[in-house]
């Protein structure tokens, strides 16, 4: 079956330090992947995707690449903010969404 | 703007109390889901609906049910509400004219808390 694996946190950072969640998974098929993002108290949006092996997906100063070979989908930024504070869930869609364990990031001013 | 609202976004109920979530969509979707979330772990789906059809997650306990009377709105019931029932449910839509894909987001609502007293 489907399956994501992420690194979990919680993970606390300084203001403009760079910040790697790393992401796994396991599929049958050729699924999209997802990085979704939840602030307090709010329900999950959408951060980027990628829908084939070597798509690059940005928004927000946040990158991912889909890597087939590696079978990963890390997320990176280069110099975060405290707005950035949030949960980060990692997700494959192969018509149903399977979503990683979640990673709590914190950044300090 | 086209969104999914959920209402309300927070709700206590007693013990085994009814209780009734709803939610709505003007995105004109063919899918609405149905997600459990417990303390920031990954939401966990309960059922969906693909048009009027009901496709219910093998583990989702009875005591949960849902409804979709037409294409904006979906509702989750809840028949007798136990303390673990306490959690924020997500619903999620997706599916823009017919096209389901697994290329495609799902658009989540922002949630409604669940207390049970």
């Known amino acids: 079956g489907n399956s994501v694996t992420q690194m979990e946190g919680p993970v606390t950072l300084s203001e403009e330090a760079f910040l790697t969640i790393n992401c796994t998974y396991t599929?049958?098929?050729?699924?999209?992947l997802f990085w979704y993002v939840q602030y307090p108290g709010e329900g999950l949006q959408l951060l980027l995707k990628a829908t084939k092996a070597d798509d690059k997906g940005s928004n927000k100063g946040f990158e991912a690449t889909y890597r087939k070979e590696t079978t990963s989908f890390h997320l990176e930024k280069g110099s975060v903010q405290v707005s950035d504070s949030a949960v980060y869930f990692c997700a494959l869609n192969d018509y149903k969404l399977s979503f990683g364990a979640g990673t709590t990031v914190t950044v300090r001013a | 703007d086209a969104m999914v609202i959920q209402n309300p976004r927070y709700q206590v109920t007693q013990f085994g109390k009814p209780v009734t979530l709803s939610c709505s969509q003007t995105?004109?979707?063919?899918?609405m889901y149905w997600y459990q979330q417990k303390s920031s772990q990954a939401p966990k789906l309960l059922f969906h609906?693909?048009?009027?059809?009901?496709?219910n997650e093998a583990d989702t306990p009875d005591n949960f049910q849902s409804r979709r009377p037409n294409t904006s709105f979906c509702f989750l019931d809840i028949r007798s509400p136990g303390l673990g029932d306490a959690a924020m449910y997500l619903c999620?839509?997706?599916?823009?004219?017919?096209?389901?894909?697994?290329?495609?987001?799902?658009?989540f609502g922002p949630g409604t808390r669940l207390t049970v007293l």
């Open positions: 599929a049958t098929g050729y699924p999209s």
């Open positions: 609906y693909y048009d009027k059809d009901f496709n």
């Open positions: 995105l004109n979707h063919n899918v």
């Open positions: 999620a839509t997706t599916g823009l004219a017919g096209v389901v894909s697994q290329y495609n987001e799902q658009f």
